[in-house]
């Protein structure tokens, strides 16, 4: 996920004593992180969408493939329980 790849890029930066573009790329993953929050949570779905339709509104169908979002840290904690529900429900 480009977020987290942002974020542990900004780690880097501030190891390497870059703090122009750690500050810059933590912007850009909390942009990205809003903006995924913002236009891809289903709420009927209880996930994120896959795709966005030709009017920019979330394809609202239940697929495994947002299932690595919970294991980025990039969604929200109550969003990465809800959706890891949905994909593994209790016995």
Partial sequence: MA?????????LAERLGHSAHRD???ARAASL???LEANLWVEETGSFA???DGRGRPCAIRTS???HLPFTG???LERAR????RLLPSQ
């Fill in 65 to 67: 493939n947002p299932a």
């Fill in 74 to 76: 990039s969604i929200a």
């Fill in 24 to 26: 810059a790329w933590r």
């Fill in 82 to 85: 809800r959706s890891c529900t």
């Fill in 33 to 35: 992180r809003q903006r």
């Fill in 50 to 52: 896959l795709a966005l």
């Fill in 3 to 11: 977020e987290e790849a942002l974020r542990r890029g900004a780690d």
